[in-house]
Structures are given as structure tokens and as C-alpha cells.
């Protein structure tokens, strides 16, 4: 891959924009901060970090998340030398940032998504990484740029949530020797996991209970998926981050191959999270232009949540399990 031209790219830029995706994770976060500190400490350059939507609580302790811009309240008449999008499989996951990127000098994409549509002027994808926290921490070592305590937090804290705390089937000794050497800079990876897991309000833990027990399950118990309206949302006083890690929950049940959550998010519009054991989600969810894992893969459909839960379940009719 072209690392060389990252590093070039970077090193020739005056101003650089760094892009999350949408409905924010630990994933796409964490390597944000993780790329604007390197940058910062190797290259002596300021950057804008762009998140498109509140940053949920549990990652407020990232260093220097704080100076996220939102993406409501960015200049759009801004044009950046270089625009880098980070974790994102497709132009779709970023729509509301999408005037920035198109009007950049030069833009690059680094992912770890397989559906990832390859829609910059540099592409660095590595489907084999289990995390864009993964797959950075690599092109930083080939690069040789110097990695401090700071964003060694950010990196380790990208892998630990897209590996579902290294449960999930994207682990590999890959991931495992990257933490290592994270955690023998000096991370406390225990303060992490708390960060991460265990600052849930009790608001989220109890709309999260009650959609769980409201949980639907059909193909004898092998399908298993909630549908969240934004009433419910409202009734519990619950963030944009309240549905993270309810199709995990169900995926769990012993019985349950495939698990999905659809959450509306507007009058026609629903956002799905599914996920397997087995089964390829990601191409259920590229047929209605959204990807990801094998066995972790999201959407939009633009349809009330009922009706899109009708759509995945015809889709999911069509395969054997």
C-alpha cells in the first residue's frame, strides 16, 4: 500500500480535516484522535477533527476529543488541502461532511471495511485489520511515526470496541500483539474498559431492558430483532448512542444466528445494526447501500421501522441456516 503518499500528503498540507463516520463508535473515534495527535506530534500540524453527530459519553474521555467540531456547526465554505476519512465504507456514512471532502485538494480514505467503495484519491483499506485502530496502528509503525502515550489511548481504545472487547470473530493474534505493545507504552487499559463499558446511565440501561424484553424472534428462535421507535427513545431520555451493543445482546442467545436493531430516526427512515454467527450480514445490508463485517453490518432504509423490518426478514428468508 501506499503509505509513502499519506505521509507525503500530510507533510505538503497546510490545513487537514479528519472525518468520522455518522452515529459515531469507538472505532471511528478513537482513530480520529489517534490521527490528529501523530500528526500533531510528528508533524508539528493543527487539525480539525469533524464528528457528525454528539459524541456519545462513555468516549468523552478520548484525549483531545474535546475539539471535535461538529458538523453543524463547521464552516462549509472551507476548502482543506487535505481531507482523510477514517472508518468509513461509503460516501453515505458521511453525507453531512460530504461538501468538505468533495472540495478538498486531495483526499484519502483509510478503512478496514470490505464493502468499502473506494471513493477517495488514496485508498488504504485492509479488510484483514479488525479495526481502522488496527490497521492505523500498522502504516503508523511502517511509517515510523512517533507514537506517544496519548495516542496509544486512542488506538487501544478503537481496537477494544470494535472487537467487542477481542470476543468477536475479527480477533486475531494480529490484534493481540498490536495491544501489546499499546499497553507497554503505559496505557491503563483497565481505566479503558471502564470508560468504555461501564458509564452507562441508568436511563440507557433501562430503555436498553426494555427493548431487549420486547424482542421479537422468528425461523424457530434463529432470528432474533427489536424494533425501537423514537417514542421509546423519548420516554427514556436516551442518547444518539442508546441502541450500541442491543444486537450483540441478542446475537447472544444460544438459539439466535442472526440478531438486528432498527431504530428510527425519522418519519420514513430507519437505521439497522445486524448481527451473525455465521451468516454474511454485510450483504444483506449492501442491498440497501449500506456494509461492513461478515458478521457485523449496518444500514439506512428509507421506510417507517416496521417496514424495514419487514424488508430484512424477506431478505433473511432467502438463505439457508
Known amino acids: 500500500m501506499d503509505y509513502v503518499k499519506l505521509n ?56 483531545d476529543i474535546n475539539n471535535a467540531i461538529l458538523a453543524e456547526e463547521i464552516d462549509k465554505s472551507l476548502v482543506y488541502d487535505l481531507a482523510i476519512c477514517i472508518d468509513i465504507a461509503a460516501l453515505n456514512r458521511f453525507e453531512e461532511a460530504k461538501t468538505l471532502f468533495d472540495k478538498a485538494r486531495f483526499r484519502i480514505n483509510i478503512d478496514h471495511h470490505k464493502t468499502n467503495t473506494k471513493y477517495a484519491d488514496l485508498n488504504l483499506i485492509d479488510a484483514n485489520a479488525s479495526s ?51 499497553v507497554g507504552m503505559g496505557i491503563d487499559a483497565v481505566e479503558i474498559y471502564k ?55 441478542l446475537r447472544a442467545i444460544e438459539s439466535v444466528n442472526v440478531s438486528f436493531i432498527v431504530k428510527q430516526i425519522g418519519d420514513r427512515i430507519s437505521k439497522i445494526s445486524m448481527r451473525s454467527k455465521d451468516i454474511d450480514v454485510s450483504e444483506i445490508c449492501a442491498i440497501f447501500g449500506g456494509g461492513g463485517h461478515t458478521c457485523a453490518a449496518g444500514c439506512v432504509i428509507k421506510s417507517g421501522p416496521e417496514t424495514a423490518a419487514k424488508k430484512i426478514l424477506a431478505e433473511l428468508g432467502k438463505r439457508k441456516f
Request: hydrophobic share 35%.
Open 195 to 249: 470508560n468504555c463499558y461501564e458509564t452507562n446511565s441508568k436511563s440507557m440501561v433501562m430503555f436498553q431492558a426494555n427493548c431487549i424484553s420486547n424482542a421479537k424472534f422468528t425461523e424457530n428462535d434463529k432470528i432474533a430483532y427489536s424494533v425501537i421507535y423514537k417514542k421509546d427513545i423519548e420516554r427514556f431520555s436516551a442518547g444518539d448512542d442508546c441502541t450500541e451493543g442491543l444486537a450483540e445482546k
Open 132 to 182: 481502522a485502530g488496527e490497521f492505523l496502528y500498522e502504516i503508523m509503525n511502517n511509517l515510523k511515526w512517533k507514537i506517544t502515550k496519548n495516542t496509544a489511548i486512542c488506538l487501544y481504545t478503537a481496537i477494544l470496541t470494535d472487537t467487542g472487547s477481542f470476543r468477536f470473530s475479527n480477533t486475531t493474534p494480529r490484534t493481540f500483539r498490536t495491544v501489546a505493545d499499546l
Open 8 to 63: 507525503d500528503s500530510i507533510k505538503s498540507a497546510k490545513n487537514i480535516l479528519i472525518i468520522s463516520h455518522i452515529n459515531p463508535d469507538g472505532d471511528t473515534l478513537g482513530s480520529m484522535c489517534a490521527l490528529y495527535h501523530v500528526i500533531k506530534e510528528n508533524f508539528k500540524k493543527k487539525c480539525d477533527m469533524l464528528v457528525l453527530s454528539k459524541v456519545p459519553g462513555n468516549y468523552e474521555f478520548l484525549p
